[in-house]
C-alpha cells in the first residue's frame, strides 16, 4: 500500500460550490482524497455565480456605486465565510471530521490593499491546531486581514492564491484546484477553436498565461509555487481527473512558446507633451492613477506617451488630457494578444516572425511590448481572434 | 431653536430592512433624526425573516443540524454584516455621510459563550475614529469577538442589546428602537385581545416581561439600561412615533403589576432519587446540562425534583433519567405563565390572589414560582391564553 501524503490542499470554486448537489460532488472528491492523505485543507470561494445570493457579485450588487473599497471587502468576505461554514457542514454530514475557518482565524496576514490584497504572511499555528483534532479544515478564500485588523480581499480569483500559499505556508505535499474547466489550454478555446490541451505547464509561464489574460489559474497563485517546490493540480471537478499539472520548475522538453493570450477590452491613447519629458510624463500619470484607473502598454519617446486604459474609463482620461490641453489620438476598442513563454528568453527573431505573422494576416499591430517571457501586441478588437489563432499556428503548433 | 441631541442610538430589526423599500423608509427615518441630532449610531439585524437569503435563519438553514454552535456564530455574524454595509450604502446613496463598522471593528467584547453571548466591555475609541469623520455610523449587531477574537453572537433580539449597550458606553443621549409593532403591550395581543399598550414602562419590568416571554425588547436590552440613565424610546417603525418611552428608574406613577406574559411550550418533569439528595441533584443536573437541555422552573423537595424544558428536548431528557433508572412523571405541552411587576416587592396576599384566580377559571397550576418581581405559574398548553385572560383582568385592568 503507497505512504498517505501527509497534508493535500484542495481548493474549489464558486461553480462547484453552487448547488447542494455540488457541494455533494465537492465532498465525494474530499473523501476520495482523505484515501490517500493524513490531513486536507479545504480552501473555498463564495457558493455560485452572480445571481446566488451567496456568490460574489450577488453580494456587491447590494451596494450603491459610490461604496468605499473597504465595506466592499467586508461585504464580499461574507460570502466565502459562509461557504467555508457550510462546507464544513457538508463534509461532516459526508462522515468526514471537519472543522471551518474564516480567512483571518486561519492566520492570513495581506498588505492591506482593499479589493486587491496581497498575501504578506500564514500564521499557520491557527491551522495547524484545527488540524489536531480535524481531518479536514475548511478555510474561507479570497480574503486576510491587514496588520490593523482591517478584512482585505484578495481579487477575482484569489481563493486560487490563497490554496496556494497556504500550500506553501504548511509545507503542504501538494495543491489541487478544481476548477469546472477541461484543462489548461494554449490558447482560449472559444476564441481559437484548435486550441490543445495543456497537461503540464511551468508555473513561471502559467502566471504569464494568467497576467496576460488567460482566466484559468489567478497569476498570483503561479507566482506563490515558484518559490517553493509545491505541485498544482489542477483537476476536473466533473471526472476528478488531473487535466494539468503546474510544475514549479521550468519543463525541459517543451516548446520555447507555451500558448496566446488576450488581454481585456481596451483604449490606445497616444499623448504629445511639451516641455521637460520627465515632468510631463509624472504630471500625466499621476493624474490618470489619480482617477483610480489601470494603465498598462506603457511606451514613451521623446515628449509622447502610449499607453492603454480600460474600455470602461476612455471617457474620463480623455477628458483629462483635455484638461491638460495636450493633442492625442485614442483607439479603440482595441486588445492585447500576446505570446507566451519562459523558454523565448534570449532567442533571436522571435519579434521578427511575431510582427511577420500579424502582417500575414492583415493585422496591424498598433503597438507592441516585450518582457523576457512574453512579447504583445495591441490591435483591434475585431482583429483580436484571428491575431490569436496566427500567432497560435506560428509559435503553438 | 431647541438644541441638537449629541449622539443617538437608532436600532433596526431585520422586517424593517427585509427590502430596498424598507432600507429606503429606515433611511427616511435617519434624515429626520439628523435634524435634531449631531451624531447618529444605526445599529443593525441581519436583513428579513426565514425565507430572506441574508436573514439569519436563512443562514442557519444552509447548516445541517450537527453544526458546532462555532460555526453557526461566523454564519450567522454574516448576516449583520451584510446588513451594515448595504445600509451604509443606502444611507450615502441618500445623503447622509455614512460609515460601516462590523460588530468586532465596533471594539464589542464578550464572554465568549457561543451563540449566546454576553457584551463584556466596548472598546469605544473605534467608533469614536469612525464618528469624527462621519456624521452616521452603521454597526452590525449582535455580534462581537472574545478575548481570543472568536465571534459570537449574542442570541435572539441581541441586536437589541448592541444598541442599548453602545448607547451606555458611548454615553449617548438617547436610543431609539425602531420596530414594526404599535406598542409594548401588557400581554401579548394576540393570546390576551384585551391587552393594553403600555406608553412608559420601567427598565426592569420591561426586562422581566422579556425573561417571561414577552418577546418585543430583548431581556438584556433592557437590562443594559437598568445601570445607566439612558432613556430607551420604542419607536414605531412605520409611523415613526414613540409607542413606548422605557425609563431607567422604577416608576411611581405605575399600579404594582406591569403585565402578563408566557413562555415558549415545555414540558414538566418530577423525577425521584434516592441516597444523599445533594450528590442526586449534583449528578441529574449536571447530566441534563451534558445535553446542552436549558432547564427553567427548578424546585427541588427531599430527594425529588420538578423543573421543565424545552419541548423539542423531552425525548432526549426522558431517556437520560430512565438511564439512570429514577421514577419520573412528565407532562406536557406545557407554558409558564407569570404577571410582572418589580412593584409587588413585599406585597402580601399577591400569590394567594394568583392561585385563586386561575382556580376560578378552572385551571391547574402544576407548579409555581416567585421572584420579587415575577410569580409564575405553569400550567397546560391548552390552558395558557386563558391563564394570561383571567391573570390580566385580576391584576391589569
Known amino acids: 500500500m503507497p505512504e498517505k501524503k501527509k497534508l493535500v490542499v484542495a481548493k474549489f470554486g464558486g461553480t462547484s460550490l453552487q448547488s447542494a448537489e455540488c457541494r455533494e460532488k465537492a465532498v465525494d472528491h474530499c473523501r476520495a482524497l482523505m484515501e490517500g492523505t493524513e490531513k486536507l485543507i479545504i480552501v473555498v470561494s463564495a457558493m455560485g455565480r452572480q445571481g446566488d445570493p451567496y456568490a460574489t457579485d450577488s453580494l456587491l450588487n447590494l451596494l450603491s456605486e459610490e461604496s468605499s473599497t473597504g465595506e466592499k471587502d467586508r461585504l464580499m468576505a461574507c460570502g466565502e465565510v459562509i461557504s467555508a461554514m457550510v462546507m464544513a457542514s457538508s463534509l461532516r454530514a459526508g462522515g468526514l471530521q471537519a472543522e471551518a475557518l474564516t480567512g483571518w482565524e486561519a492566520g ?14 500564514v500564521e499557520t499555528s491557527l491551522i495547524e491546531k484545527a488540524l489536531e483534532s480535524a481531518q479536514a479544515v475548511v478555510i474561507a478564500g479570497f480574503q486576510g486581514v491587514d496588520r490593523h485588523g482591517k478584512l482585505n480581499t ?3 480569483g484569489g481563493a486560487d492564491t490563497t490554496a496556494v500559499v ?5 509545507k503542504a505535499d501538494e495543491v489541487l484546484l478544481f476548477k469546472t474547466v477541461e484543462s489548461i489550454y494554449t490558447a482560449d478555446p472559444e476564441k481559437v477553436p484548435f486550441a490543445k490541451k495543456l497537461t503540464r505547464i511551468s508555473a513561471e509561464d502559467l502566471r504569464h498565461m494568467a497576467w496576460q489574460g488567460a482566466k484559468v489559474v489567478h497569476p498570483r497563485a503561479a507566482e506563490a509555487s515558484l518559490s517553493a517546490e509545491l505541485p498544482i493540480l489542477v483537476r476536473s471537478f466533473c471526472s476528478g481527473n488531473v487535466v494539468t499539472e503546474v510544475v514549479p520548475k521550468p519543463l525541459e522538453d517543451t516548446r520555447y512558446i507555451v500558448g496566446v493570450a488576450a ?3 481596451v483604449s490606445g491613447f497616444t499623448v504629445g507633451g511639451s516641455g521637460k519629458p520627465s515632468v510631463f510624463f509624472a504630471r500625466l500619470f499621476s493624474r490618470v492613477a489619480a482617477l483610480s484607473v489601470s494603465m498598462d502598454m506603457f511606451s514613451v519617446w521623446g515628449c509622447s506617451a502610449a499607453f492603454t486604459v ?3 474609463d476612455t471617457g474620463k482620461v480623455s477628458a483629462l488630457i483635455e484638461e491638460m490641453e495636450c493633442p492625442y489620438t485614442v483607439k479603440g476598442p482595441c486588445a492585447k494578444v500576446s505570446i507566451v513563454g519562459a523558454g523565448m528568453h534570449g532567442l533571436k527573431g522571435v519579434m521578427a516572425r511575431f510582427c511577420r505573422a500579424l502582417d500575414s494576416a492583415g493585422i496591424d499591430a498598433l503597438q507592441t511590448v516585450d518582457s523576457h517571457a512574453t512579447i504583445s501586441a495591441l490591435v483591434s478588437l475585431e482583429d483580436r481572434d484571428s491575431a490569436l489563432a496566427v500567432l497560435h499556428r506560428e509559435f503553438v503548433e
Open 310 to 312: 480600460p474600455e470602461g
Open 154 to 156: 484578495l481579487g477575482r
Open 166 to 170: 497556504l500550500g506553501v505556508a504548511l
Open 263 to 265: 488581454g481585456p477590452v
Open 108 to 121: 492570513i496576514k495581506t498588505d492591506g490593499v482593499a479589493g486587491n490584497a496581497r498575501i504578506v504572511s
